[in-house]
């Protein structure tokens, strides 16, 4: 006879999590098949899989580290592995349940907590939610919740939540017309009771009874002319560095740009989903509120809005000749920035005319000159221009971009690529004090070596290559795969090489690029990825 649990310990919440893995599994084609909300691209039950399978590799690793981890780091990995996952807009609903249920079970682990759990959770959900709909995950995670109110003992109350998240199931397409039309239940909903049914099989040790069968599949409703059309083109997922004030703004800035809005996670990092027309603009608002990284993309089924290929031409702003001579051999526009005279937004707009293209990727390689960037951008559309500004705050983010910048691409999605790139590089640089003055990293003097890192003051000193080799360390101490060094004319002779050697001795996965800018350019800019 199965053994019955009396409260969750780690063994509990790890057998939970690869049970759900294992469930996930065997159902992952049959809910890609009923995914028609909120866009029919049958991934639902992928996107489920892959978000279950980072909680499972998460929880191993806290198993490797703690042969015994308590309940509330067992429960912490499996949600944090969630979160960094997560795939999709169940996927980063589903991160977000467990993320509510750990912050209750680490409190307690009996029924009456993981009935409190339970409802915490669905109610996280809906807050990251921005416009919530019923019949949807958020429906069955709220009849799950709701079920359990009572407490109990652990096995009862998994039981109940199970039963009640079944019954909501059933009742999802009464309550989403779309649901109703194409004859299937939610697909995200169903995978929520396949995880929930293995929470109940972890507890109890009895395997569940299969569920009814998943209903028409989404070939058969897709000819369906009701069925939900023009909807935005592009799904946009990132996992951002950001304070809770920042992602307040940006949950407002990008509802305005799209729908299908969820963002989960806390204590400074988020998981991003959205659906919108504009990814660029979405990849945007993530670089203006904190550090955007793990961008994912992905296009709609269906030709793009505005599907037209026209001449194509990217200018960026660069410091110093070398530089822009550099950037010029890539194929851009450049405008020189000469220290001390930033280009005024008259320039920028002499550029674009100067590149003789029907659309431009504007780079500004400069934090100081966003509001100049936009300026020249609308004064360019205005007259007719098709203008993209990526808001790259440096040079090495600007060359990130180029690098992967394809003009036989449609607009957008080179727009994406390039925003996503120059999303992705850390940037710092060494420079010369010209006056004592108080900074971050304490005073300095007149002729220090400065190394800033995104724009601040970490390091004060009179060895440039010291300096920079400090800096490196602390910006590949957050992890990278590609340093690019730019050199300028008045660093010394050995810096590139010197740093390059460190990067193989010490980073062993870490790759580097330099290149030789020559006059104007500061002695060193250095961008990781």
Known sequence: MPQTAQTLDAAAVRSWCFLSLAALGREREAIDAINVYPVADGDTGTNLYLTVESAARALDAAFAEAAAPDTPEAVRAMARGALLGARGNSGTILSQLLRGMASVLAAGRDGDHLARALTTAADAARQAVAHPVEGTILSVASAAADACAGGGDLVTVARRAYEGARTALEATPGQLAVLERAGVVDAGGRGLV??????????????????????????????????????????????????????????????????????????????????????????????????????????????????????????????????????AQAGATTVLATPGEPPASGDLVDAIHRAHAREVVLLPNDADLRHTAAAAAEQARAEGVRVALIPTRAAVQGIAALAVHEPDRRFDEDVVAMTAAAGATRYAELAVAERQSFTSAGVCQAGDVLGLIEGDVAVIGQDPTEIARTVLDRMLSAGGELVTLIVGEGAPASLADALESHVRRTYLAVDTTTYHAGPGAPPLLIGVE
């Not at 909807?231 to 951002?240: M, Q, R, S």
């Not at 659906?275 to 904190?290: L, N």
């Open 194 to 327: 396949m995880v929930l049914g293995a929470l109940v099989e972890a507890l109890s040790g009895e395997a569940l009874s299969p569920l009814a069968a998943a209903h028409r599949p989404v070939a058969a409703a897709a000819a369906d002319p009701c069925a939900a059309e023009g909807g935005p083109a592009f799904e946009v997922i990132y996992l951002l560095e950001a304070d809770d004030a920042a992602v307040d703004r940006l949950r407002g800035r990008l509802d305005a740009l799209g729908d299908s809005l969820v963002v989960v996670g806390g204590d400074g990092l988020w998981n991003v989903h959205v659906h919108v027309d504009d990814a660029g603009a979405a990849v945007e608002a993530g670089v203006e509120a904190g550090r955007p990284y793990r961008i994912r993309i992905t296009h709609f089924a269906g030709e793009p809005r505005r599907p037209e290929q026209v001449q194509r031409a990217v200018v960026a702003v660069l410091p110093g000749d070398g530089l822009a001579g550099l950037c």
